[in-house]
């Protein structure tokens, strides 16, 4: 019987098209999935739109078009995105959704009934940025968030519903501290437990129609209210995917989310009696040129024309390579046409044409019997896809240097095929644990090392 594997995305807001920064999370989302699928488990992999966010309905409005006509459009560039990535989502969820709605009032009415949800007057300070109350020791000293510096915050005062989150404060420090909500990387971890070392404050979950400007989820039985928008976009998980394939085996999501999913999230589903998510993976966050990117300074990168311009696989390849999977990382055109000269289009394709051009002449054939080991899977597990990348091309080194060191042209016809057929498993095993990374070139070295070898074409094609 197959093993199930659910690995979902964050849910990206839909108030701007995609940006580089998507591109990274849905690859390494793909990574995962193609990894368990080559291992035989029956993967669900999930992402979405959060639609029902304040800043999608300002940012329709300074559109001037309505605003489910806005969140349509943008959604549909993240699944375009999904698409030319080769990052073949299973659902791609819509906050908007009717079952959507339907699922996030099934969630709200348990933690109700649990006597979790409270009504109260509340006044705050809110970040429309990162659609989050903060108190006024989580800001910088100009009284701004951290991650949205600049803007300055809505001063909002009106009756809300407040969520019980201080209530489990003890159960999700049980939770994370012993692994039953495995948290990547390890620091990560004692970041949020050392969150909760802190006393956790009741969190509202609602807002006004007027401020919500009528849109979002509305809370059951009282139409003045819609719900906060990470009670229902967390919940996007949950809606997309039926009862069999809950809980999610992994989350995989940037590290400013990472309270929202490790604390919020598994704290409603605690209220409302349903399983937890098993793992949470945080990555970092991407820089271009040492700068955050901006629509201010001009530097935001779009993936559709980095895809045109050098091909899917090298994107990937950059990306997963180039930025470690749980830190920071930067992105730079000039290392960009560095990587893709150098790595992909000397190092692997010229070694890949040099030996099945002479293996064709030769009419070699090999029988693949390659496999990940035991040191590639321990990484896959924890994530290490730009280690296991530099494995790959550590063996890709070695065999080019073999190759120009033993020179087969030179040698007899029996000296030259034991080197070949050697070279040939050996580039076969290249190609077999390139998979999951680059699909559409592992697949071309593959067909090309087995059975009948046959001449390869380059491919990585100089610009």
Known sequence: MQKKFYITAAIPYVNAPPHIGHALEFIQVDVVARYHKLLGDKV???????????????????AGVPTQEFVDKNAQLFLDLTKKLNTPFDVFQKGTSPSHFKS????????????DIYKKNYEGLYCVGCETFYPEDELNEKGECFEHPGKKLDKVSEVNYFFKLSFYQKQLIYLISND??????????NEVLSFLKEPLHDISISRSNKRAK????????????RMYVWFDALNIYRSGVDEKTWPADLHIIGKG????????????????????????????????DGQKMSKSLGNVVNPFDLIKKYGVD????????????????????????????????NELGNLVMRITTLAEKDRLEIVSTSHYSLATSHLFDNFQFNLIL???????????????????????????????????????????????FLP???????????????????LFPRL
Request: net charge positive; proline share 5%; glycine share 4%.
């Open 180 to 189: 039953k909500l495995k948290i990547y990387p390890e620091f990560r971890k």
């Open 390 to 436: 530099e494995n790959i091309w550590r063996n890709i080194k070695i065999l080019n240097k073999q190759t120009d060191d033993f020179a087969p042209w030179k040698k007899t016809s029996q000296e030259r095929k034991e080197f070949l057929t050697k070279s040939l498993n050996e580039i076969n095993q290249v190609g077999f644990e390139l998979q999951p």
């Open 44 to 62: 669900t992999a999930l992402t979405g739109g959060d639609e029902n966010a304040l800043k999608n309905v300002q940012a329709a409005e300074k």
């Open 257 to 288: 989310i990472i309270r929202f999913h490790t604390i919020y999230w598994p704290a409603f589903l605690l209220s409302a009696g349903l399983d937890l998510p098993k793992a949470v993976m945080a990555h970092g966050y991407l820089t271009v």
């Open 314 to 345: 090298a994107v990937r390849y950059y990306l997963l390579r180039e930025i470690p999977s749980a830190d920071d990382g930067n992105y730079s055109e000039k290392r960009m046409n560095e990587v893709y000269s150098s790595d992909l289009a």
């Open 104 to 115: 996030s009032q099934e969630l709200w009415n348990l933690c109700l009934k649990k006597g």
């Open 440 to 458: 559409e070139t592992a697949e071309k070295i593959l067909k090309a090392t087995t059975g009948k070898i046959r001449k390869i074409l380059p």
């Open 214 to 225: 009528n849109w979002g989820v509305p809370v059951p039985n009282d139409p003045t209210q």
